[in-house]
C-alpha cells in the first residue's frame, strides 16, 4: 500500500486505486491483472419504503375492494469504468519509443505502459468538498402512488367475474445535470425523468365451472415494471459528471478528441519513463491533474463525452396479456392445458441520436449505413474523428408472445407424486434488453438497422420445454415426512444470431463498424448470405474474370493481420485449421460448406436469433427431512439437500450445455466494406463505362463458438443445503 493516499481529496477517491494492467504476452495471449475496469466504480444500494391502505366490502353478490398504496424507491447506483486507470502494456515498435524488442512482459517488468486510460470526477455533484468517483454515481428517487378498484361478482354457484381498475403515477424531483452541449445538439434536454408518468390499467377475468371441467382466464393492461436501472444511466452518464484521458504512445495523437488534455510533458512523464513504483495502486497525480475541471480542454471532452438520454416522449413499459387455463380429472389423474398470449403495448428501446437518425448511405445488401467518426465529429463540434454516442431510452409498440402448454399429475397411494408437462413457446422482440448499461444493452443487439433494429424472435424464447417431476413421501419417524424429487427438463438451446466482424484492411476491428456502417457497436451487424451468383473468388494468381453485370456483392480475400503462415508457404485452399492464415477460396469453401448446414435464405440479410444452440437436458435431486422443532404447538423444522444437475455429478458428459454464450453473437466472418478493385477484372483493368461499386469484402471464416459447461452460467454442478 505505498503510496496509497489516506482519504479523499480533491484528486484522489479511495485508500488505494488499484488499477487493471492488461500485458500483451504475444500475438495470442493477453495477461489481465487487477480488477477489471468494470469493477473500478461499481456500486448498487436501493432504499424502498411504502404503504397500503385496503378497503373491502361485501354486498350481495359483489365482493368490493378499494386500495391506495405509496412506495418511494431512492437509488444509488455507481458504474463508471476506468476510475482506479488502466495501464496497457504492448509490444515495443518503431513508433511507441518504448526499448527495441521488447515484449509487452518486458515493458511490464521495467514498468513502461504504452497506453493509460483514466476516468473520474469533474464536479462535486454530490456536494461533499470533494471531486471523486462517489460524484459519478446515479443517485435519485421517485415515488410511485397507486388508486385501485375491484369488483368480483359471484354471478352464480359456476361462475365468478371479476372488474379491476389500477391508476398509477410517478412524482421525482431529481433529474440528470444538464448537458448543454447535448442540449444544443437535439434540441431538448438531458435532464428528464419520469416525474409525472402515468398508467391506467383496467382488466377482467373470470371463472367458470362446467360438469368435471375448470376454466379460467382474464385479460388486461399490466405495467412492464420500472426499468430502474435502465434509468439510472441517464444521472450516471450525462456527459457532465466525468470525462475520461487517454495517453497512447501508439499513435501520434496522445489524447481521443484533443490533444492538449493529455500534453508532452505529462505522456512523457507517464509513458516516456517508468511510471512510478507504486502505480497500479495510486494513481498517479499527474493523471489526477488531467481532470480539473478549470482546463479548457475539459470543455471538449464534455462536447465529446457519451450522453445517455430520455425520449421527452418516453413512456413506462406496459402489455396487453390474455389468458386461459382449463382443468379436469380423469381415471385419477389431473389434466391441465394453460394458454399466455402477449402483446407489447410499450416497450423500451434505444437509439443512437449522434450516429444519426437518418441513413448517410447505403451498404452493398442495402442496409442503413449511418455517421462515420468524421461525420459524427464535424455534428457534434470538435475536430478530427469522433466514435461516441448519444444513446437515447425511447419505446417501441412492437413485440409480441404466445405459450401454450400441456400437463399431467397424479398422486399414488405408494407416496409417489408423479407429474409432467410440455410447453411449446414462441417470443419476438425489438430489443431482449440483455444487460444494465444502455451501452452494452443496446450494443448487443443484433441489428441490420441499428435505428430500426425490426421485430425479430427474442433471445429469451425457449421454444419447446418438457419437464417432469417424481417425488416419494415416506413418513419414517413418526408423523415426520422424508421426501425425496427427482426433477427433469428437457428444453430447446437459446437462440442465437449470425453476425459478421466489421476490420480494417490490416485486419484490425478498431473503429471498423463506425467508420464502415456508422455503427459505434462492432460484432453485432447481421450476415449476408450471397448466393454464388454474387459471389467472387480471386484466382490465386493474375487478374480476374468478371464481368461489368455480374452483380457480385461479396468478394472474399486472403486472411488480414496476424496469423500463422501455412507451413512451407504452401498456398492451397483446404480447410485449414484456425491457426492458419485462410486464404480467399479456402475462406469461400469454409463459408459455403457452412451455410448448406444452416437454413438462411441466400441472397438475403439473416435474422436475428435465426440460429439455435443443442437441446439441453438436466435433472436435478432434491431430499428433504422433516424433525421437531421442539417448540410448542408442533412446530417442525425441515431439512434439505439439493443435488443440482446430478447427472454430471455421475457421467461428465451428462447434463452439458452448450451454446453460444452471452451476447448470443455469432461472427462467422470478417468483413471490409470497399470499393471494387480493377484486377477483379481481365487484364486488370474495368470495363470501358463501367463505374466501381463498393462491395463486401470476406475473409477468416470461423464457425460458431460453443462454449460448454455443466451447468446454466453461473451455476455448476453443486451440492446446495
Not at 398422486?411 to 448499461?437: E, L
Not at 444502455?438 to 441490420?448: D, L, P
Request: aromatic share 12%.
Amino acid at each position: 500500500n505505498s503510496g496509497c493516499s489516506t482519504g479523499p481529496t480533491a484528486t484522489g477517491d479511495e485508500t488505494c486505486e488499484f488499477g487493471q494492467f492488461t500485458i500483451y504476452v504475444t500475438s495470442n495471449t493477453t495477461i489481465n491483472a487487477g480488477p477489471d475496469n468494470s469493477r473500478h466504480a461499481n456500486e448498487l444500494a436501493n432504499n424502498t419504503t411504502g404503504g397500503i391502505f385496503r378497503l373491502r366490502y361485501n354486498t350481495g353478490d359483489h365482493a368490493l375492494l378499494f386500495g391506495f398504496e405509496v412506495s418511494k424507491l431512492e437509488v444509488f447506483n455507481l458504474f463508471f469504468q476506468n476510475t482506479e486507470a488502466v495501464y496497457t502494456f504492448r509490444p515495443s515498435t518503431a513508433t511507441n519509443g518504448l526499448p527495441a524488442g521488447n515484449s509487452g512482459f518486458d515493458n511490464f517488468l521495467i514498468r513502461r505502459p504504452s497506453q493509460v486510460s483514466y476516468s473520474n470526477a469533474i464536479v462535486d455533484a454530490n456536494g461533499d468538498g470533494f471531486r471523486n468517483e462517489l460524484d459519478l454515481a446515479a443517485a435519485f428517487g421517485y415515488k410511485q402512488w397507486s388508486w385501485y378498484a375491484q369488483d368480483e361478482w359471484h354471478v352464480g354457484d359456476d361462475l365468478d367475474l371479476l372488474f379491476g381498475l389500477r391508476y398509477v403515477r410517478y412524482t421525482s424531483d431529481d433529474v440528470p445535470q444538464a448537458n448543454a452541449f447535448f442540449n444544443a445538439r437535439y434540441g431538448f434536454t438531458n435532464a428528464l425523468n419520469i416525474d409525472g408518468k402515468s398508467e391506467l390499467l383496467p382488466r377482467f377475468g373470470f371463472r367458470w365451472t362446467m360438469n368435471d371441467w375448470r376454466f379460467s382466464g382474464g385479460v388486461g393492461l399490466f405495467s412492464g415494471g420500472q426499468p430502474n436501472v435502465w434509468l439510472s444511466n441517464n444521472y450516471s452518464t450525462s456527459g457532465v459528471l466525468g470525462v475520461n484521458v487517454f495517453c497512447d504512445l501508439e499513435t501520434a495523437t496522445p489524447i481521443l478528441h484533443n490533444t492538449s488534455t493529455c500534453p508532452a510533458a505529462v505522456a512523457d512523464a507517464l509513458l516516456g519513463a517508468p511510471i512510478p513504483a507504486n502505480a497500479g495502486f495510486d494513481v498517479p497525480a499527474a493523471l489526477e491533474a488531467l481532470l480539473d475541471p478549470s482546463l479548457p480542454a475539459i470543455d471538449n471532452l464534455k462536447r465529446a463525452a457519451n450522453v445517455n438520454a430520455q425520449d421527452p416522449d418516453f413512456k413506462l413499459p406496459s402489455s396487453w396479456k390474455l389468458s386461459l387455463s382449463a382443468s379436469t380429472q380423469a381415471w385419477d389423474w389431473n389434466f391441465g392445458i394453460d394458454f399466455l398470449y402477449t402483446r407489447v403495448n410499450e416497450a423500451v428501446t434505444w437509439v443512437d441520436l449522434r450516429g444519426g437518425l437518418t441513413p448517410v448511405g447505403t451498404a452493398p445488401d442495402g442496409r442503413p449505413i449511418y455517421r462515420n467518426r468524421t461525420q459524427r465529429a464535424a455534428f457534434i463540434g470538435v475536430s478530427g474523428s469522433d466514435g461516441g454516442s448519444d444513446l437515447m431510452i425511447t419505446n417501441t409498440n412492437q413485440g409480441w408472445s404466445r405459450s401454450f402448454a400441456l400437463s399431467m399429475y397424479r398422486s399414488f397411494d405408494n407416496g409417489i407424486d408423479f407429474r409432467i408437462s410440455q410447453t411449446w413457446n414462441r417470443a419476438m422482440d425489438v430489443n431482449g434488453g440483455m444487460s444494465t448499461t444502455a451501452s452494452s444493452t443496446y450494443g448487443n443487439n443484433a441489428v441490420r438497422d441499428p435505428v430500426n433494429p425490426g421485430l425479430s424472435t427474442s433471445v429469451y424464447e425457449i421454444r419447446y420445454s418438457t419437464k417432469v417431476s417424481i417425488t416419494w413421501t415416506k413418513e419414517f419417524f413418526g408423523d415426520y415426512k422424508t421426501q425425496i424429487t427427482l426433477f427433469g427438463e428437457r428444453r430447446s438451446g437459446n437462440p442465437y444470431s449470425l453476425v459478421f466482424r466489421p476490420v480494417t484492411s490490416s485486419g484490425s476491428t478498431s473503429n471498423a463498424s463506425v467508420d464502415q456502417f456508422g455503427d459505434v457497436f462492432g460484432g453485432r451487424q447481421l450476415l449476408y448470405a450471397p448466393t454464388v451468383a454474387q459471389s467472387y473468388v480471386p484466382p490465386a494468381s493474375g487478374f480476374g474474370t468478371r464481368t461489368a453485370s455480374d452483380g457480385v456483392i461479396v468478394a472474399f480475400e486472403n486472411q488480414l493481420g496476424s496469423c500463422t503462415a501455412v507451413p512451407g508457404g504452401t498456398s492451397y485452399d483446404a480447410v485449414l485449421p484456425s491457426n492458419f492464415c485462410q486464404t480467399a477460396s479456402s475462406t469461400a469453401q469454409q463459408f459455403r460448406n457452412f451455410l448448406a448446414t444452416t437454413d438462411l435464405p441466400l441472397g438475403q440479410i439473416a435474422e436475428r436469433n435465426s440460429e439455435r444452440s443443442p437441446y439441453v437436458t438436466r435433472f436435478d435431486l432434491h431430499f428433504s427431512q422433516e424433525i421437531p422443532a421442539f417448540f410448542p404447538g408442533g412446530a417442525r423444522l425441515r431439512l434439505y439437500v439439493d443435488l443440482e444437475n446430478i447427472g454430471n455429478m455421475l457421467n461428465k458428459n451428462w447434463g452439458v450445455l452448450e451454446q453460444v454464450d452471452f451476447a448470443y453473437l455469432a461472427p462467422v466472418v470478417d468483413v471490409r466494406v470497399a470499393t471494387e478493385t480493377a484486377s477483379m477484372f481481365p487484364g486488370g483493368v474495368f470495363p470501358v463505362g463501367y463505374t466501381p461499386r463498393t462491395i463486401y469484402y470476406y475473409s477468416n471464416f470461423r464457425n460458431p463458438v460453443m462454449t460448454t459447461s455443466n451447468s446454466d452460467v453461473p451455476n455448476r454442478s453443486n451440492w446446495l443445503a
